[in-house]
T-cell receptor, first 112, second 113 residues
């Protein structure tokens, strides 16, 4: 069965600093990987997705993620964060027609 | 194009009552999934419907049920509500293809007292 591990429950960072949110997955077959962001009192918004091809995926709001098959990782990065990036970030994996499985989320706290 | 619409936005119910939540997917999306989000358990998959048929089901008791109509709109029902059912219920829609991402609504916040 597929599963997702987000190693950090909370990541504090100063504005304009780089950030990396870690995600590891397990699945027995080829997978599709996603990162979502959730702002308070809202649903989840898709940041980026990896389906196939280039392992470096660029998304919205300056975020990017790198798919590493050997390490079964899909870490999310941003070179310079803004206060407005404060939110909860979820990594998710799906194989075939199976359900989309989410990690437990990482709360990104950006301070001035 | 309009996004996923969930109604109502907030609900307060009493233990033992039942509740029905509604979800209107993005036009053209035939798959609808439901998730329960709580601080303790995170995002838990409830079920997925495609073309009026349940395609996947999570590990929730039979009190949780759903259905999908011919226009792809979906409803989920929770009977005999318990305090632990208090949560944000999220609906998401997607295209048929397995690599299509889910598009989420803003959720229904259910509080059971």
């Amino acid at each position: 069965a597929q599963s997702v591990t987000q190693l950090d429950s909370q990541v504090p960072v100063f504005e304009e600093a780089p950030v990396e949110l870690r995600c590891n997955y397990s699945s027995s077959v080829s997978v599709y990987l996603f990162w979502y962001v959730q702002y308070p009192n809202q649903g989840l918004q898709l940041l980026l997705k990896y389906l196939s091809g280039s392992t470096l995926v660029k998304g919205i709001n300056g975020f990017e993620a790198e798919f590493n098959k050997s390490q079964t990782s899909f870490h999310l990065r941003k070179p310079s964060v803004h206060i407005s990036d404060t939110a909860e970030y979820f990594c998710a994996v799906r194989d075939g027609f199976q359900k989309l499985v989410f990690g437990t989320g990482t709360r990104l706290l950006v301070s001035p | 194009k309009a996004g996923v619409t969930q109604t109502p936005r907030y609900l307060i119910k009493t233990r033992g009552q039942q509740v029905t939540l509604s979800c209107s997917p993005i036009s053209g999306h035939r798959s609808v999934s439901w998730y329960q989000q709580t601080p303790g358990q995170g995002l838990q998959f409830l079920f997925e419907y495609f073309s009026e048929t349940q395609r996947n089901k999570g590990n929730f008791p039979g009190r949780f049920s759903g259905r999908q109509f011919s226009n792809s709109r979906s409803e989920m029902n929770v009977s005999t509500l318990e305090l632990g059912d208090s949560a944000l219920y999220l609906c998401a829609s997607s295209l048929e293809q397995t690599d299509s991402p889910l598009h989420f609504g803003n959720g229904t916040r259910l509080t059971v007292t």
